[in-house]
């Protein structure tokens, strides 16, 4: 028999859901996948009894023993809590590894738009390093994306603000994330707080951005968007959701959308449950930073570590001109992998480890 696929979690209730796992069954969260079965994990029905009775605390949800016993999976658990309620992944701050007393670290999602891809990072972490990610405004909810960088950028250091009132702040993020934190920390800068590191993950500087963007074709041919996004699953997920852009352009738009939802739910790259408006939500988020002209109003005064996946076909030069939007010179670092793979095993190790040195040599406590 094959064995199972290890998912991670994909939204905020399974990742919730996983920790109270972990905590009854005294293991580590980031070895438990959203399929694994709950009494192969080692659960029997005292420990289903004490897992059902924290989920209905901490959901405020009702959860029969009967419900769990149906299919035992944090999958399946998830999608009887979500049929009552969503509100739970419009959450502004998501606490990828919350443990330990250091500063945190706060990092900013590329333009998938979900902070969950970057668990592995966070399992990387030390152990006793909180990691926080600012989850973009668009994915979930009724409220639209920004349209300006400088707007998203002030939305997300009022959600950070309420984990960590001052700074020094310990700033990172991938692809367009990057940009977005290099604002913050710019916007942070005049009001007279420290950033003590900006680590950007393979990204394109802000004049980068603005010179190359006009000349992409993905934002309108959407057939290319969606390839896009398949191929980021099969490191995200470790899947190959077998989308075929010749299958793709033979369907009417509408179908397109449903027929890539489909795929990606089948293999695991989202929940069974989540509706097909998600990858209509993520193009929103693509098309709200490229259509920005984002143009930084300063320098940054810190230090900045570009990570530059050496495999990349993303950047096309070796530092993406983030030596000109800082005071001080570059951190450049080239880490394995490509634009995506970088960040997931086995590379984003290295990444993680990269991020931790760049702390520890900013000596903030």
């Known amino acids: 028999m094959m064995p199972q696929r290890f998912i991670p979690p994909r939204d905020a209730y399974e990742l919730r859901l996983s920790r109270i796992w972990a905590d009854i069954l005294h293991r580590d969260s980031l070895g438990i996948g959203m399929k694994d079965d709950f009494f192969e994990l080692g659960g029997d029905r005292g420990t289903a009894e004490a897992v059902r009775a924290a989920t209905v605390a901490q959901f405020d949800n009702p959860l029969s023993m009967e419900t769990f016993l149906e299919e035992p999976t944090i999958e399946r658990i998830g999608c009887h809590l979500r049929a009552r309620s969503r509100k739970l992944n419009e959450q502004t701050v998501v606490p990828l590894q919350p443990h330990g007393s250091k500063r945190p670290f706060f990092f900013l999602p590329g333009g998938e738009g979900s902070v969950l891809n970057y668990y592995a990072l966070a399992r990387w972490m030390a152990p006793d390093q909180p990691v926080y990610g600012l989850q973009t405004r668009g994915l979930h909810g009724a409220r639209p994306p920004f349209d300006r960088v400088e707007d998203m950028a002030a939305d997300h250091i009022e959600s950070m603000r309420a984990v960590q009132p001052r700074g020094p702040y310990l700033l990172g993020g991938h692809c367009s994330g990057g940009m977005v934190a290099l604002e913050m920390a710019l916007q942070l800068q005049r009001r007279g707080e420290q950033v003590a590191v900006l680590a950007v993950c393979d990204a394109w500087s802000p004049a980068n951005a603005r010179l190359r963007l006009p000349n992409e074709t993905f934002l309108d041919d959407l057939v290319e968007f969606y390839s896009i996004i398949a191929a980021g699953s099969r490191y995200w997920f470790d899947v190959d959701i077998g989308l075929k852009s010749d299958d793709m352009r033979a369907l009417e738009p509408r179908q397109r959308i449903a027929h890539f939802m489909d795929l990606a739910r089948k293999h ?19 098309r709200s930073v490229s259509y920005s002209g984002y143009e930084p109003a300063e320098r940054f005064h810190g230090p900045i570590t570009f990570l530059r996946a050496l495999d990349s076909k993303f950047c096309e030069t070796l530092t993406e001109g983030w030596e000109d939007v800082s005071m001080r010179p570059l951190r450049l670092r080239m880490v394995p992998g490509n634009h995506v793979s970088l960040l997931t095993e086995p590379h984003v190790k290295v990444v993680a480890n990269e991020i931790r040195i760049a702390i520890a040599e900013a000596q903030v406590s």
């Not at 695991?268 to 693509?286: Q, S, V």
Request: cysteine-free; glycine content about 6%; proline content about 11%.
């Open 268 to 286: 695991g790259a989202y929940t069974p449950d989540e509706p097909d408006e998600r990858i209509e939500r993520i193009l929103a988020l693509f």
